[in-house]
């Protein structure tokens, strides 16, 4: 999808976001021939990351896990009504770096507390001088994060 800036603040093209979620669905989908959804995470990194969030949290089976990087929740209007119960608490962490000049680190603040709002396993990490790239130290908090929810699951 596509997101244009009409002064300063982005107009997000609901129908772009909705195709783009649904082709994730579709690979989750194509996924669960071969592995159980309860193992499957879903994550990206900004735009990819928005799609992540918002793909994981409509999903119609429980996933193992979602990872938003450098990103916001798209159409955060629609929430909590458009979150399916099946992934209400699925394990989700969100990674922000907080000189992010792509993507405001006050967004992700504001989609982490929206998301806290209706969901129960939330968490977020900030890196401090970080912008819109990643860095080691949130690497290994998703590497860390993907260990623990997977052994939980099994």
């Not at 907080?98 to 680190?105: C, M, P």
Request: charged residues 20%; neutral net charge; proline residues 4%.
């Amino acid at each position: 999808y596509q997101r244009r800036v009409r002064g300063g603040i982005n107009a997000e093209y609901g129908a772009g976001i909705m195709r783009s979620v649904s082709h994730v669905h579709q690979l989750i989908s194509e996924e669960e021939k071969s592995v159980p959804s309860d193992k499957i995470f879903v994550g990206g990194f900004s735009q990819g990351g928005a799609v992540a969030l918002y793909a994981g949290l409509t999903y119609n089976k429980r996933l193992g896990g979602i990872v938003g990087l450098s990103c916001y929740l798209p159409l955060h209007t629609e929430y909590p009504t458009a979150a399916t119960p099946q992934n209400s608490s699925t394990p989700l962490i969100m990674c922000h770096g907080k000189a992010d000049v792509v993507v405001d680190f006050r967004f992700g603040q504001m989609s982490y507390q929206k998301i806290k709002e209706f969901h129960s396993e939330v968490e977020m990490k900030s890196y401090d001088n970080m912008g819109h790239t990643s860095c080691p130290r949130e690497l290994m908090d998703v590497k860390n994060f993907i260990s623990k929810h997977l052994a939980d699951s099994s």
